[in-house]
Nanobody, 123 residues
Framework: QVHLVESGGGLVQAGGSLRLSCAAS????????MGWFRQAPGKEREFVASINWTGGSTYYADSVKGRFTISRDNAKNTVYLQMNSQKPEDTADYYCAAGRHFGVRAAVSYDYWGQGTPVTVSS
């Protein structure tokens, strides 16, 4: 069982930046690929980014490519999402997830989920 806890959400103006963190309880954190998803009110959960076990490979949704960066620190059992040049359409609850397969966009492919952290981007 992997327990994930997100933090770092909040309110930011359009064009601003936030960094989300997701801390994992599991010592085998480095054996999981990690992903970030988001869910806006009234919409389905959508894939944002993923990173492989070592952090050497990343994969992004087209909507965030060039603005968001996913990274991980296996020594700290933590994955990050740096969000720059934010837009009002980035407003959502953001979730981190752990799974065995890298580069997968489907939420059902991830085994463990955090509780989410809200991000609001004002125009």
């Amino acid at each position: 069982q992997v327990h994930l806890v997100e933090s770092g959400g909040g309110l930011v103006q359009a064009g601003g930046s936030l960094r989300l963190s997701c801390a994992a309880s599991e010592r085998t954190f480095s054996s999981y690929a990690m992903g970030w998803f988001r869910q806006a009110p009234g919409k389905e959960r959508e894939f944002v980014a993923s990173i492989n076990w070592t952090g050497g490979s990343t994969y992004y949704a087209d909507s965030v490519k060039g603005r968001f960066t996913i990274s991980r620190d296996n020594a700290k059992n933590t994955v990050y999402l740096q969000m720059n040049s934010q837009k009002p359409e980035d407003t959502a609850d953001y979730y981190c997830a752990a799974g065995r397969h890298f580069g997968v966009r489907a939420a059902v492919s991830y085994d463990y989920w955090g509780q989410g952290t809200p991000v609001t981007v004002s125009s």
